[in-house]
């Protein structure tokens, strides 16, 4: 089945560590999208890409990184420059205006 | 003003009743209209999509479009407790490469 998957589901960070979240779809989307979930605060922006080797800052992207070197991946690492990482993370991806957006399941960051 | 503008809720409702959310925005320019639902730690899922304005049905899930009064709504009939979910809207302007998204709206439907 297509879809999109990230994993790990959940992941725990130590002060100063840096980690990385990993999403992957087999849809054949041109466009991800990496989003932040807090509670009251809806889906906000970090980072996405509409074709491989270029991606654009959404609007939270300090202390997020990201890159593309294939289609079907997108990956999000969280910094040590990211005060406060502890979120629910969303990857989408989407095949054009007409598609909107399929998301993967989540992964739930916590800082321990 | 916000873009989006999104009742947080929750909207209580009883098994069977009629639901009605709603978003409003202010940008004029945005002319693709979704709702997606989003089950508590699952990521949400594409539930209606209109492009411009006017209604869409599928099943139990009605979705309309009011350019002029830059309003949209989903209304859920004979709702069920397995629609217990935050529905959030989105939006996009004809040449977007991002959907704008409100806040979502918290739904619980009892038993």
């Known amino acids: 089945d297509g879809g999109i998957t990230q994993s790990p589901k959940y992941l725990f960070r130590k002060e100063g560590q840096n980690v990385t979240l990993s999403c992957e779809q087999n849809?054949?989307?041109?466009?991800m999208y990496w989003y932040r979930q807090d509670p009251g605060q809806g889906l906000r922006l970090i980072y996405y890409?509409?074709?491989?080797?270029?991606?654009q800052k959404g609007d939270i992207a300090e202390g997020y990184s990201v890159s593309r070197e294939k289609k079907e991946s997108f990956p999000l690492t969280v910094t040590s420059a990211q005060k406060n990482p502890t979120a629910f993370y969303l990857c989408?991806?989407?095949?054009?205006?007409?598609?909107?957006?399929?998301f993967g399941s989540g992964t739930r960051l916590t800082v321990v | 003003q916000k873009e989006v503008e999104q009742d947080p809720g929750p909207l209580s409702v009883p098994e069977g009743a009629i639901v009605s959310l709603n978003c409003t925005y202010s940008?004029?320019?945005?002319?693709?209209f979704m709702w997606y639902r989003q089950y508590s730690r699952k990521g949400p899922e594409l539930l209606m999509y209109t492009y411009s304005s006017g209604n869409k049905e599928d099943g139990r899930f009605t979705a309309q479009v009011d350019k002029s009064s830059k309003y949209i709504s989903l209304f859920i009939r004979d709702s069920q407790p397995s629609d217990s979910a935050t529905y959030l809207c989105a939006m996009g302007d004809s040449g977007y490469s991002t959907l704008t998204f409100g806040k979502g709206t918290m739904l619980l439907v009892s038993p």
């Open positions: 940008n004029s320019a945005f002319q693709y």
């Open positions: 890409s509409q074709i491989v080797n270029d991606f």
């Open positions: 989408a991806s989407s095949a054009g205006q007409l598609r909107g957006y399929t």
């Open positions: 849809l054949n989307h041109d466009a």
